[in-house]
């Protein structure tokens, strides 16, 4: 099994949520974050230079500020995981920068708290 | 692709950031977290405080950087001249697949070198 940890935009969750479902995915986790990429956002500045502030202008590509992003995580079956991450990118996907990422990781064991069981019994099977 | 999360004290996030930023590495995800460790939280009189505020830093990074970022995060995060109980933790774990949502491409170990912005 493999956990599918995906960062998206804040208002794309209930799309994400929706488009999910619909392929069969129904458990999830999910958490506000705060993140910055490659890119460097101010949105002050942002908006500063398109006023044509020459002050804001020279300050594009100095600072750093950090976005709330929504933080989602996924533990599926390896087979669900290409399903999993296609549907995400085609939600998520706006073609600008701060889209955000998915990153695919191993998990070893888990287990139901419920019953005990453990394995990909206890994952979204389908 | 290694997934590097550290745990640290909440007021050295300006500093660690700063400088994951001037050393090239600009993208980190932060969550606030709250935890205790190994002391079993602070005593503070009477009163054990066992949820203790942190702030959670997620990078990845390719695997051949991965010795330069924890140093990174632990020559600036640690506090007085030896470190102290409190400065936090640093995991380390495989991340097999990492995708781009703007493009949908998937990156892979060898290909995505650390593009500095500046």
Do not use: W
């Not at chain 2, 007021?11 to 400088?19: F, G, M, P, Q, W």
């Not at chain 2, 503070?44 to 066992?50: H, L, N, Q, R």
């Amino acid at each position: 099994m493999k956990e599918v940890i995906a960062v998206i935009r804040m208002h794309k969750i209930n799309d994400t949520k929706r488009a999910l479902s619909a392929a069969g995915i129904s458990s999830m986790n999910a958490k506000e974050c705060l993140g910055r990429g490659k890119g460097l956002v101010d949105f002050k500045v942002l908006q500063g230079a398109e006023l044509g502030y020459e002050e804001a202008i020279s300050q594009l590509g100095q600072s750093q500020r950090l976005v709330p992003k929504r933080m989602l995580s996924f533990v599926v079956p390896d087979k669900l995981v290409s399903r999993v991450v296609s549907t995400i990118i085609e939600v998520n996907k706006t073609g600008k920068s701060g889209d955000g990422k998915i990153f695919v990781m191993p998990i070893l064991e888990s287990y139901k708290v419920r019953t005990g069981e453990s394995g990909d019994a206890v994952l979204d099977e389908i | 692709m290694v997934m590097i999360r550290s745990i640290i004290r909440p007021e050295k996030t300006d500093a660690v950031l700063a400088a994951l930023m001037e050393a090239g590495y600009p993208a980190v995800t932060k969550v606030s977290v709250v935890g205790r460790g190994k002391q079993r939280g602070i005593k503070i009189g009477e009163v054990t405080y066992d949820e203790i505020p942190k702030e959670m830093l997620i990078t990845v990074v390719p695997l051949k950087d991965k010795d330069f970022v924890i140093k990174t995060v632990m020559s600036i995060a640690r506090t007085g001249d030896k470190g102290s109980f409190g400065d936090g933790k640093i995991f380390v774990s495989p991340v097999e697949e990492v995708y781009t949502v703007s493009s949908g491409v998937k990156e892979s170990s060898e290909t995505e070198a650390k593009e500095p912005s500046k």
